[in-house]
């Protein structure tokens, strides 16, 4: 079975690329939480799994998190001793399960309110319990991952709207929005990209970036140095949703990345400033 930070380097995410920065012990508590992150992402997507395959995955998971594994895996008594060392609400490891699952059943969110909650499971959750990782003190540093997290969310959900649809037809976006500009869930089967697209688009946009200017006005001092991943993670994001709105919204036609040079800029800038 492969170990955490093997798991942490294969995925090359974003968010493995901000873990550079942090000291090795700390690092390596994070990989062993990221590692758990990726596993509970690809029983809900990865290809190759039955339905039941998955359902039963999901289930011994939170078994164990919530009643102890009879025979754990490395990775199951490294979180566990993670969560128990750190004092990790165990709420905060299964709400980020529950909601990956809940993508098994492509569901729809009729409002932000819905959605919301689905982002503060698979993504405020991640925050919480990475905050708790890097050492934070302020408790203002929860209100921040809180607001970084669903700008991320909200990034991920824009960009990745073909991959989406085409992972069991899933839909994100709230229905009242689509209302908002007269635009239908049709429209996004057929791919249509006229102008009541990008008003949605736009709406979208500029509210993931409230959320990066929030999070931005709720950065505690105190915790700055400690935080620097997370800024990275603001920084890779921000880039990549100004590039989305600067090209046009094509997400039916094109998948936007952040390039490894302008990543490696961006990490940079956060460790002279500190």
Known sequence: ??????????????????LKILPAKKRRDMQVFYAFCRIADDLADAPGLDPQARAAGFQSWLDGLNHGFASPTPL??????????????????????LGCQSDLAPQRF?????????????????GWVSVRVFGCQSPAA?????????????????????????????????????????????DLHNRVADGRFLMLMKFEADRAM????????????????ALRP?????????????????????VFKKRYRVSSIRK???????LIAG
Not at 76 to 96: F, G
Not at 115 to 126: E, G, S
Request: hydrophobic share 40%; aromatic share 8%; proline share 2%.
């Open 210 to 225: 409230e959320f990066f200017d929030r999070a931005e006005r709720l950065l505690p001092q105190s915790d700055r140095k």
């Open 230 to 250: 997370a800024k990275i993670m603001a920084a890779i994001y921000r880039h990549l949703l100004t590039k989305m709105s600067q090209d046009g919204f094509r």
């Open 1 to 18: 079975m492969q170990d955490a930070a093997h798991i942490t380097r294969q995925a090359k995410s974003n968010l493995a690329f901000a």
């Open 110 to 126: 009729e409002t932000w309110e819905e959605l919301d909650l689905y982002i503060r499971r698979v993504a405020c959750a991640v």
């Open 76 to 97: 199951q008594s490294q979180l566990v001793e993670l969560r128990d060392r750190l004092q990790i609400p165990n709420d905060w490891l299964t709400d980020i399960l």
């Open 142 to 186: 929860h209100s921040y991952a809180t607001a970084l997290a669903r700008a991320l969310q909200l990034t991920n959900i824009l960009r990745d709207i073909r991959e989406d649809l085409e992972n069991g037809g899933r839909i994100y976006l709230p229905i009242e929005d689509l209302e908002r500009f007269g635009y239908h869930e049709d």
């Open 264 to 270: 490696s800029v961006l990490l940079a800038k956060h």
